[in-house]
């Protein structure tokens, strides 16, 4: 099994920036793909970003060019770099992890879940 554990999580002003972590552990391969998702309380989650152990990655329309989705193979560590946070984006984000059978992450192919942590943006 694999266990993903978030960190990084807190409270920010609109404008700011903050950076949430993923450690990824456990008996059996992450997969190739791993990726941020975020619920808001009242909606369904909905995926951010994502990335391929190749390189490629993927946003959602919402944070494209404010957002930016690293990995560390070597740690098995995927970051979510979030600048320019608006009161919007405050939400629960969740790591997650997947096998793709292609070249992108497509945001369906993610089955592996962490506990989420808390980004608040306040206006």
């Known amino acids: 099994q694999v266990q993903l554990v978030e960190s990084g999580g807190g409270s920010v002003q609109a404008g700011g920036s903050l950076r949430v972590s993923c450690a990824a552990s456990?008996?059996?391969?992450?997969?190739?793909?791993m990726g941020w998702f975020r619920q808001a309380p009242g909606k369904e989650r909905e995926g951010v970003a994502s990335?391929?152990?190749?390189?490629?990655?993927y946003y959602a329309d919402s944070v494209k060019g404010r957002f930016t989705i690293s990995q560390d193979n070597a740690k098995n560590t995927v970051y979510l770099q979030m600048n320019s946070l608006k009161p919007e984006d405050t939400a629960m984000y969740y790591c997650?992890?997947?096998?793709?059978?292609?070249?992108?992450?497509?945001?369906?192919?993610?089955?592996?879940w962490g506990q989420g942590t808390q980004v608040t943006v306040s206006s």
């Open positions: 997650a992890a997947g096998v793709s059978y292609g070249g992108s992450c497509p945001f369906w192919i993610f089955d592996t």
């Open positions: 456990g008996s059996t391969a992450v997969g190739n793909c």
């Open positions: 990335v391929h152990t190749t390189g490629s990655t």
